[in-house]
């Protein structure tokens, strides 16, 4: 059983690796999205919005893999 458990922990922490990169990506593009939409003289309060909300899901993707980590050190 504990072999299980370990094996379901690494693949959260794999799957929590990919949400995370995958998220840094996000940011990363909607930042150059508003930098363009600046340069254009465009609104950016929508972009800007939504970058927000990319960066909470990332923290929350992190803090969520912080708390894997700390439960499989604390056996």
Known sequence: MAMNVTQNERDDLLGGDRHIAEGEVRV???????????????????AQSLLRMLEQ???????????????????
């Open 57 to 75: 899901a990332l923290a929350q993707w992190r803090e969520h893999r912080q708390s894997i980590i700390e439960a499989t050190d604390n056996k």
């Open 28 to 46: 990363a593009e909607q930042i150059a999205r508003i930098e363009r939409l600046r340069r254009e003289g465009r609104d950016t309060q929508v």
